[in-house]
């Protein structure tokens, strides 16, 4: 019986040591969890997209940061929990580190009284590798292009009746004809494409879908959001689109090209054939990848 009471006893201290790691586990996985959501929800609001859930004790001085710190709190961290939460716009990064302090239960007979968990959590920026809900031009691969220029699409440069225009399904009808076009031009293909996918051109001009699409596509967004801007706006304004980047090399018109990457355009309007926009960057519908070319269409993942 002695011999029994005195492994009882081991057995017990083994078994609160069990409930103590148990439990430090526990806080540190919700805590990563929270970072990590925070992480993401900052990137997501780098580039000049308005943040309007904001928690009031966050008090940073962009959206992205703010975005984080609101994520955060809402995930069950505390404010005081927080040591840093750095948004990197150069590298297109967020990270989100946090730290908690956890009570010991059965590990005090010892004279420990808390543990210290502690999670960082890092999200980047990466170029889209497919894309949903994109616009039916494809911009040339080999035009370059910088944040904020002032560009025009649909102005030619593939060949002879060549627009640059994508004969992309629309929505209802799965046709390919002037409709679609519009319909297109005004709420984003139904359609999934995908880095290296080839687009078949749209000959012809189309003043008057492009006309009645940019025009639904901008009175979308001015309602949606009255005073948003190219580099000011909400995150979901119908003028941010993303429009595939393709390959025009060796089109004469009628012809299949690669798409080679995702852009992310402000539609502002259109003159005749001409779509008027500003080179953005946002973070868009789609899914990420290491590969192809980073034309301003990003998604955020986890790095860390």
């Known amino acids: 019986m ?35 959501a925070a992480a993401l929800a900052g990137a997501t609001y780098l580039n000049g997209v308005t943040f309007a859930g ?7 001085s962009t959206d992205a940061q703010n975005a984080a710190c609101s994520y955060a709190l ?68 080999g035009t370059p292009y910088t944040y904020g220029q002032s560009i025009v699409m649909h102005d030619g440069g593939c060949g002879p009746g060549c627009w640059q225009g994508l004969a992309l399904q629309s929505l209802d009808s799965g046709n390919t004809g002037g409709s679609a076009f519009e319909q297109n031009m005004a709420i984003g293909c139904s359609c999934t494409i995908n880095l290296g996918d080839s687009v078949t051109t749209k000959p012809g001009a189309t003043v008057g879908p492009i006309s009645q699409g940019v025009s639904q596509r901008v009175a979308a967004g001015v309602a949606f959001d009255p005073s948003g801007t190219w580099s000011l706006h909400t995150l979901n304004d119908a003028r941010a689109v993303v429009v595939p980047v393709v390959n025009w090399n060796g089109c004469n018109g009628r012809c ?49």
């Open 74 to 141: 809402d995930n069950g961290v505390l404010l005081s929990e927080l040591t840093s939460v750095v948004a990197n716009i150069s590298n297109q990064s967020m990270t989100v580190s946090a730290s908690r302090k956890v009570s010991a239960l059965f590990a005090r007979v010892v004279g420990i009284q808390n543990f210290t968990v502690s999670a960082t959590s890092v999200a980047v920026l990466l170029g889209l590798a497919s894309a949903s809900g994109v616009a039916p031009i494809g911009l040339d691969a």
């Open 54 to 60: 904001k928690n009031v004790s966050c008090i940073y």
């Open 2 to 36: 002695v011999i029994l009471a005195l492994a009882m006893v081991g057995v017990v201290g083994i078994a609160a040591l069990g409930i103590d790691v148990f439990y430090i586990y526990w806080n540190k996985n919700r805590l990563q969890s929270a970072t990590d």
């Open 256 to 304: 299949t090209a690669p798409v080679t990457g995702f852009a992310e355009v402000w539609i502002s309007g259109s003159k005749g054939s001409d779509v008027n926009a500003v080179f953005i960057r946002q973070v868009a519908p789609g899914n990420p990848g290491s590969s192809g070319t980073n034309m301003g269409a990003v998604h955020a993942q986890l790095t860390q």
